[in-house]
């Protein structure tokens, strides 16, 4: 019964098809019967005008606005040749309940007047025998009924299936959207990942270039020296190694990591590490911390932290030798301040601006992203007498 029941609605066009004869077929007994009962002659354009009628319902889907035309046509060749209402008239509520559901709006609405005028026209050319006024008026109200409904069926009908198209192309709309915004946060994702592995790698290759130089130039006069040069490339490294482990697992789509394989997302405490470690490396580095320290939003913490970090990296990238630098960080009610200055007169400082020698670095403006991501503001500048200096104020609560 399934598979009938599929067949039937892959192809309505035949079960269309199937009562459409029925119909022809219901028409050409009834009026047989009806000449033979009646001992009158049964009109010869009867049957051409049941059969077109049985061909309005075939074709009812396929073409309903000229179905309803044709359907027109036949009543008004019925009132002119005076052939009787018959089974087959049934062809005209089924073509306006069709054109309501899927035709044209014109189509409908002239369905719709076509439908209310049908049944009175009918009675007034063919009345019932011993028929008072008010019965003929009852009886035109009961036969145009049945077009009214039909008509609001149908176009019930269209009203919910264009109701559903709405929802699923509102659907397909938000699925769209969403697919975008997904794509937005992917690319927003990948850039800061390519500015954290642009620290780590500034930074930390920077500190073991300037210890390896310091190794190799003082392994004969101080092993020692050398020793602890190679112990902080060693550690160095090791950080290095695992941020960028950390980093690079983000982008491991479809594969669960262990939390262990992952390093904390470096905050303001560790800024002192980062400090030892510059001075370790052979700059300078004056470091203070004012006000009262307390928690503060990661996403703070981890920009106070990166700032320092291009900060320093950029002094002893650009500083020139002998440049020595000054971190401050002051906790406000409201904030955190950061001032970085150095005091190097080697490279151009426009170069901070591309980030690099090369200008394949952010700089600058890796900086200020990070600062305007929080709601912070950042200026930065030459010093008066030589150096550098960079300020930062990071609200505790990122703009809206």
Known sequence: MQRIYDFLRRHPTWVDSFWAVFLFGISVVSGVVQQEVERTDYPVAAVPIALLLSLVVALRRLMPERMLLLAVGLGVAQLALDVETMPANFAMLVITYTVAATGARWASRMALGVGLVAAPLAQLRWPENESSALGTVAIMIFTTVPFALAWVLG??????????????????????????????????ERARIARELHDVVAHNVSVMVVQADGAAYVLDAAPDQAKKALE????????????????????????????????????????????????????????????????????????AYRIVQEALTNTRKHGGPNAGASVRLVYFDDGLGLLVEDDGKGAPHELYEEGGVDGAGHGLIGMRERVGMVGGTLDAGPRPGGGFRISALLPLKAAH
Do not use: N, W
Request: proline share 6%; aromatic share 4%; charged share 30%.
């Open 232 to 303: 902080t490339i060693s550690s160095t490294g090791r950080q290095a190694l695992a941020e960028m482990r950390r980093l690079l697992g983000v982008l491991r789509t479809g594969e669960h990591q262990e939390s262990g394989e992952y390093v904390p997302q470096p905050d303001v405490e560790q800024i002192d590490e980062l400090v030892q470690q510059c001075r370790t490396s052979g700059l300078p580095v004056d470091f203070k911390v004012e006000g009262t320290p307390r928690p503060l939003p990661s996403g703070v913490e981890l920009t």
């Open 155 to 188: 176009d019930s009908i269209r009203t919910r299936r264009a109701y559903f198209a709405e929802l699923e192309e509102r659907a397909s709309r938000l699925e769209k959207e969403r697919e975008a915004q997904s794509k937005v946060a992917v690319a927003a």
